[in-house]
């Protein structure tokens, strides 16, 4: 069952993006973080070799800041194909951005308070935040030309 929702999604690929003021004049889906429960989430570190890690972090702490940084943040499960398809990308897309964007991944079976609070229906479901406001997201698998040309648009 949890494999057929996570299938439909890649139909329905999606990126929603409105026009209101927010982050540094961002569009933004007007989706604030406050009153969301915390949780543990994963941060992706690159190490000095160009590896990619996870280190524990809670999601909080990851995505409520005022430093004007966009945080991507991941919502997946370990059981999800297409979430296992995306992660690739989205390292590389840290890599890429390195000190200019967070990559931030939250379980949704471990937390499902924040995906709730946040109304994920479907997985993976991207969000991008900027001082705690969402600026953008996108449903399904995206590549990675197109997390880029999304991130981009944000700065």
């Known amino acids: ?14 990126i929603f993006l409105c026009a209101v003021p927010g982050c540094s004049n961002l569009p933004t889906t007007g989706t604030s973080i406050v ?31 005022q430093d004007q940084k966009l945080v991507l943040v991941d919502f997946w499960a370990p059981w999800c194909g297409p979430c296992r398809q995306l992660s690739p990308a989205l390292e590389a897309t840290k890599k890429k951005w390195g000190d200019k964007l967070d990559v931030v991944k939250v379980n949704v079976d ?46």
Not at 1 to 14: D, E, S, T, Y
């Open 110 to 155: 471990d937390n499902q308070a924040i995906a709730g609070h946040l109304g994920v229906n479907g997985i993976p479901d991207v969000r991008v935040f900027c001082n705690g406001i969402q600026v953008g997201d996108f449903v399904g698998v995206m590549p990675e030309d197109e997390i880029d040309a999304l991130l981009r648009s944000l700065q």
């Open 1 to 14: 069952m949890k494999v057929q929702v996570c299938f439909r999604l890649l139909k329905g690929l999606a």
């Open 35 to 65: 009153g969301t429960p915390d949780g543990i989430a994963e941060i992706v570190v690159v190490t000095a070799s160009g590896a990619t890690e996870l280190k524990e972090i809670g999601f909080l702490e990851a995505v409520d800041r």
